[in-house]
Every structure is written in structure tokens, then in C-alpha cells.
């Protein structure tokens, strides 16, 4: 066999301890917790919105109410997102938030200088 | 607020706003969608129909179980049409719009509470609006070593939308509808039926509604998926735990024609356990959207010729097949395993790449797949997902089929042939611009004449987009669907729910 190392897991030993020591199920989350811009541009902009899916957005000077309308409408590829998910008043904030960020990076917005990616991108259903 | 002209089927508009009314006191007033740009987001499609095709009369946004059943009985009194949505995020098969125009989304999105998680058990149960991004941060918050299988858009979809199409992932776990167990399920007249074991009367639930599937008497589940039959407000899922350890192996065809080879090595070792996770075969188009576009390559009509498709994967270390898989488990257990593969892959013509990166197959969250979209420009996209046996000459069948008639379209084929076990599942993405409508009337006739050409090759279609729902009922034959039918009688007899969901239309008492 050749090749490197198997790549270890971290926590094995972890989760049998948190599985001996739980007594009760690990219960409930509520709904509907404001979620700070910073988390939203974590867990859903920045998926794409990174030069690599699609072109970068902070530090471009792009317009809060462009972004807002681009959020609920899902211009070209980019997915729709409704009130259900992101309130009109968080959607302000986030835009407001994108608008005044700096560049990330130095890293150019040209589609020409698209970083070659790595693993499959079989089956989004 | 301004009025829409789109109307609920044989609903007059005066019924609707009285229905609206009643319903803003169910969900509140905030919470009922009216007019052009609030239906923005539930109209946004990538297949090839028109925007208004599809439109929605309006949304209503449900945060309970109990607003769920407040809003099923004003729609059965006035008979307005109900279009549930989870995440809404049904991609390439209509996104969130429903199957006929004037239906009212039914939007489950603020339902969104993970209700358990057990890690002993390794179970979890989950309202309709929760991601997997939700559900993943909230197992390493805690610091619960259980892993997640998704879908390749898995940060924005969620497990209960995503099982009731019977979508899959990469992991063992790939079979979502497999491992899940236990619905609630509001039906039509606003009963809540608890699936499995959690219709025992123990309180405040069963504690093995999320252990064992089946409960007494027959099993319901499959009744709640690809269906119009109820309101999936409750789901149970297993969880895999983590293993020790896990190892991704690529492997290269050099050739077009290896396909069949590819699988039929690919089958035994899937069967015997060997590999334990769904082994997909990638073709060089599909894998090569991943770092260049369309026009980079050839500016001219048709489907980009194979010289040049070929050149640009090689420059990127893509092959004509690339098939990837994991080996899952403790070192011990991996070590012996890749040998009897890498033998078995390397026998068989296969170049094999050890330690190769893919998320989906390893619970890393990721939306690399969204550059798919970028390929044609335009964000068109349109899945034909098929199945056939997992042999060599059906996955060969399957790629000839679907690459001549995409040819005679003049459209790229970008396809996975995966192989679960048994069975082989060919899935085509065909991207194309969705701005031009010449161009969609175009993809249009391409998909109908696709789905017809599979059909009769006995290679069925097993999800579908909500512009070919009939046509694929069609192809499953009338028996079928007067069974659908005499279900949907008999659940919904106001045929007020998802109207036209999997050909199944309403058959108003």
C-alpha cells in the first residue's frame, strides 16, 4: 500500500467519554435566534462569496441595497434567500456589514485568477 | 399591498383574500407573503420554465406544529392549494416554486428547533427547517463526535427536505431516506400521526421512535416522500459516528471506454462491504466546471468538442472517469482494505490516487458544487437522475443515451455514475442559460425527450423536477398512479396539498 498516512479523527476517545457520561439526550435549540452578520457572511455567503464559487464582495464597495435585492431575488446561479431565513432587519445588518468590510485579501476578483479546487462536487440534490 | 394576478386553480381572488385574512390570524400578519417582491425568494428557479410558470399566489411562514394545523384548516375550508417547503432549496428541480402556479407556499423554515440528539443511541430528531450547517455546529458546539451525511449544497439544504425527496450524500449514511426513523406527520384534516414506534401511547414520546423503524402494521414512511399525502413536521435521523479514522482514494480511468470495467469492479466491493460508502464516478466535463468555464474553452455552438475537453482535464489532472470513495474505520481495519482495492483498481486499468480531498465524503461542509452553475453562465440548471443495475452496460447505456441526445441538443454532458450497491444512479446536470428563452423551450425538449428515451431503455427516472412530474408519473404506468391516486382520496379528499407533487394531482371530493 502505498501513500501516506490514514488520516486520524480527532475526538474518538472523546465520544465514547461524552456516550459514558451522558444521562440524558443533548435536547433542544430554539428557533429563530438572531444571528450576528459575521456568523451569517460564516455559514452561507462565504461558502461562495470567496473568488472561488463566486466573486469576493467585501471590500468591493458594493452597495447594501444591491446586495439586498440580490439576496432576495438569487441573481444568475446564486440561490434565493427568503424572510424565513434571513429576517429583513438581520438582511440589513449583513448588508450593511459586507459593504463596510475591507478586502479580506489582496487576492484579485478577476474570475481569470480562479484558484484550482480540490475534491468532487458530485450530486447537490 | 399590491394585488397578484396569479391565482389558486378555480379560486377567485375575493376566496383567497378571505383565506389570507384568516390565516394572517393563524401565523400572524407578518407572516403571510403577498405581492410581487416579498414571493421574490419563493420564485427563483434555475429549470427551464419561465419565472411565472410556477408563481406562487402567496407564502405563508408557519413556526409551529400547531400553526401548521391552524393553516391546514383554513385552506380546507376555502380549498387552497398548499405547497409545503422545508428549505425551499430543491435545486435543479424547482427550487422552492411549487408544481402548479397559485398555490400557496406552505414555507416550514422558522420550524427549526433540533429537538435531540442522542450520542448514545446516535439519533436525532429534527424539525423541517433545520440546515445541516445548523445540525453540524451544533454537534461540535457540543462536542458530539456524530458525523452528518449531505448533499453537495448541504450549508443550505436541510435533512427533512432533502430525505423526503430521497436525496443522497457520500458517506455510508448516503441513503438519507435509509437512515431515517420516525415521522410526525400532520395530515390533511389536521391529525397528527406519529410513524413507527411513535404512535405508542407513552409520554411525552416513544423512546424508540428514533430506534426502530417500524412499529407495527405497515410501514408508512414511504407513503410521506416524493408525495402530496401529508405535513412532515417531525423527523428522525441516525447519525453515523465518527470513525477512527477514514481514507479517501481517487481512481482515474484513462479512458472513456473503461466505464464498464470501472464498474464492474467497483460492484463487488461495494457488495461485500469492502468500500462502505456510494463510489461515484465523476466524467471529465462535470469535474472540470470545478476550474474553468465554458467559454474558456470553445466559443462556438454545441457540445465542446472532446479534444478540447479533454486537453484542459489533463492539464488539470482530470481524467475521461474519475472515481472516488472512501475506506472507513479504525487504521487496522483501513490498512487491509486498500490493499485488496488498490489491487483490484490497479488490475482493472485504474489509475489510484490515495488521499484525495472530498468533504462530502468525510462530513466537511462545503458549496464547491455551486461552479457548476458558472459553466454555461445564465444559472440554468436541470438534473436527469436515473437508475438502472449496477453493471457495466447499463452505466455504458445510460452515458451513451444521455450524451447523444444532449449532442443532438447541441449540450455539454456532465455526469456521475454512482454505485451504491445493486443499483447504478446516472445523473446528468444539464446547465445551460436560463436568461434566453429559446434556450429553455430548447433544454425543455432535450429533458422530454430524455426522460422518454430512458423510460423505454428501462432506465427509470427517480426524482424530478416540477416541469416533468407528469411526464415521469406517465412513465411508471396507470396502475401506479390510481394508486396514488386512490391515497390521495383518501388522506387529502380536498386535494389540497402540493397539487401536481409526482404527478399526483388533486381529485376534489
Known sequence: ?125 | MPSRTVLPAGISNLVLERALAELRRVVGADSVLRGSEPLLPYEKLMIPAAQDEFEPAAAVLASSLAEVQGVLAVCNKYRIPLWPISTGRNFGYGSAAPATAGQVILDLKRMDRILEVDPVLCTALVEPGVTYQQLHDYLRERKIDLWLDFPADGPLVGPVGNTLERGTGRTPYADHFAHACGMEVVLADGRVLRTGMGSLAAQPKSPSWQIFKYGYGPYLDGLFTQSNFGVVTKLGLWLMPAPAAYRTVLVQYSRDEDLARAVETVRPLRLSGTIANPCTLANATLRLTEFARREDLFQGSGPVPDGLLLAAARQHGIAPWNLSFSLYGTPEQIAPNLQIVTRAFEDSGGRVVLDYRDGTQSNELNLRAFSLLDWAGGGGLIWLATVSAARGADAVGQRDLARGILAQYGLDYLATETVYGRDLHHLAAIVFDRRDPQVRLHVRDCVRELISAFAQNGYGIERASIDFMDAVARTYGETRREVNRTLKRALDPNGILAPGKSGIHEERS
Do not use: K
Not at chain 1, 501516506?4 to 429563530?32: D, K, Y
Not at chain 1, 462569496?49 to 432576495?72: C, F, K, M, Q, Y
Not at chain 1, 446564486?78 to 459586507?98: C, G, N, R, T
Open chain 1, 1 to 125: 500500500v502505498r501513500g501516506g498516512a490514514v488520516r486520524w479523527i480527532g475526538g474518538g476517545l472523546a465520544a465514547l467519554a461524552i456516550a459514558l457520561l451522558a444521562t440524558a439526550a443533548a435536547r433542544a435549540q430554539s428557533a429563530g435566534e438572531w444571528r450576528s452578520s459575521r456568523e451569517l457572511w460564516r455559514e452561507t455567503c462565504g461558502y461562495c462569496h470567496n473568488d472561488r464559487v463566486a466573486r469576493e464582495l467585501r471590500g468591493t464597495g458594493i452597495s447594501a441595497r444591491l446586495l439586498i435585492s440580490a439576496v432576495r431575488s438569487g441573481p444568475g446561479g446564486m440561490p434565493s434567500f427568503a424572510p424565513s431565513e434571513v429576517s429583513d432587519a438581520e438582511l440589513e445588518q449583513l448588508a450593511e456589514w459586507i459593504a463596510a468590510q475591507p478586502s479580506p485579501s489582496a487576492s484579485s476578483s478577476d474570475r481569470g485568477a480562479r484558484t484550482p479546487r480540490h475534491g468532487s462536487r458530485e450530486r447537490p440534490q
